[in-house]
């Protein structure tokens, strides 16, 4: 019912920026959250940045002040922004769709398929 695909991803210095974009497709309702996820070689998986339909935004410390995520709805587009980046920020990022259908029905969760992204020198 639902697609996403990230893009944007590739190896960068340190200090450096990336723009990471997500298409989203298919049924999706008004009421939603869009998030990044990463996850580094040997870590768990870990929440970078949140946003909801409605504008609110959360940030992982570890990213808060250097990645801004934002959405472009009249295209079904998702964007995280990463500036002044750092080897630890090294990882595959993803993007995450948690879909509000209504009451009773409880969200639809919704994944794409990861874009690498590398900090090395």
């Known amino acids: 019912q639902v697609r996403l695909v990230e893009s944007g991803g590739g190896l960068v210095q340190p200090g450096g920026s990336l723009r990471l974009s997500c298409a989203a497709s298919?049924?999706?309702?008004?009421?939603?959250?869009m998030r990044w996820y990463r996850q580094a070689p040997g870590k768990e998986r870990e929440l970078v940045a949140s946003?909801?339909?409605?504008?609110?935004?959360n940030y992982a410390d570890s990213v808060k002040g250097r990645f801004t995520i934002s959405r472009e709805n009249a295209k079904n587009m998702v964007f995280l922004q990463m500036n002044s980046l750092k080897p630890e920020d090294t990882a595959v990022y993803y993007c995450?769709?948690?879909?509000?259908?209504?009451?009773?029905?409880?969200?639809?969760?919704?994944w794409g398929q990861g874009t690498q992204v590398t900090v090395s020198s």
């Open positions: 995450n769709l948690v879909n509000y259908r209504g009451p009773g029905w409880g969200p639809s969760d919704y």
């Open positions: 298919g049924s999706i309702f008004r009421i939603n959250t």
């Open positions: 946003l909801t339909s409605g504008g609110s935004t």
